[in-house]
């Protein structure tokens, strides 16, 4: 394996642990990092990919932790809409988009760290938009799990129900659209020999960010998911101009 492919598995390692432990995912850090070895396009795919295998390790992890109500109100219109969003990158400069949601989501954190003792209510009305926003820019930027966990956040779960709930939501997420960016070639023989390391990557990673989350409090685990969420996005704010 090339040296380069090495350090993308080891930040792969880094991505999913910080995602474990922020409770969204690893797609905020690990998209960014994989753009500094693959096309964009390939990005995506490769990051849908790992992502089912993340999700998997999650939901074994932290298996008695899913709320159902919110997991289906919330999920549902993320699965529905992440296939559009997918479908749509074939036609729309998802860079440009990605910068818009950048300053977005940073403009949310601030809101959020402020407010911080304020509770989103679980309604019907927004759990299905944060469904849909999270899904559609799942699938068009490759990245959606800030934004639900943005909003699992504000609802203030239990972080075993936080995490657990994530994953089951984020599993049908990235089951669709791996196959609609398969399908549209994104993905490539290439580097398939890179999917067992990923696997081990999502199980080992998921694995250690448990470890860490024994020892963090429920109210310290929602400073970190609004903190990370917010230096990532800067992060990629800053990387869409240089």
């Known amino acids: 394996m090339e040296t380069k492919y090495i350090l993308f598995i080891i930040l792969s390692l880094v991505s999913e642990v910080v995602g474990t432990v922020s409770g969204f995912g690893s797609s905020i850090l690990f998209v960014p990092l994989a753009s500094l070895f693959f096309d964009f396009k390939t990005v995506l795919s490769i990051t849908a990919i790992f992502h089912v295998f993340s999700n998997l390790s999650k939901l074994v992890l932290f298996n008695k932790g899913i709320n159902k109500d919110i997991a289906l109100k919330l999920g549902i219109p993320a699965v529905l809409f992440v296939s559009i969003g997918a479908y749509l990158t074939a036609y ?110 999502s199980f080992l990673g998921s694995y250690i960010g448990k470890l860490v989350l024994n020892r963090v409090s429920d109210k310290v685990f929602r400073y970190l998911v609004i903190i990370i969420v917010c230096i990532a996005s800067i992060i990629q704010i800053v990387k869409h101009f240089n």
């Open 92 to 201: 729309i400069p998802a860079k440009n988009v990605e910068l818009v949601i950048g300053i977005c989501l940073v403009a949310l954190s601030i809101f959020m760290f402020v407010n911080f003792n304020k509770e989103l209510r679980q309604t019907n009305h927004n759990l299905y938009l944060s469904g849909i926003f999270s899904g559609f820019v799942a699938g068009i930027a490759g990245s959606g799990g800030a934004i639900r966990g943005l909003a699992l956040a504000a609802f203030q779960l239990e972080k075993a129900a936080f995490i657990a709930t994530s994953a089951i939501i984020d599993l049908g997420v990235d089951l669709s659209r791996s196959f609609i960016y398969i399908y549209n070639g994104y993905f490539t023989k290439t580097y398939i020999y890179l999917i067992p390391f990923l696997i081990g990557t």
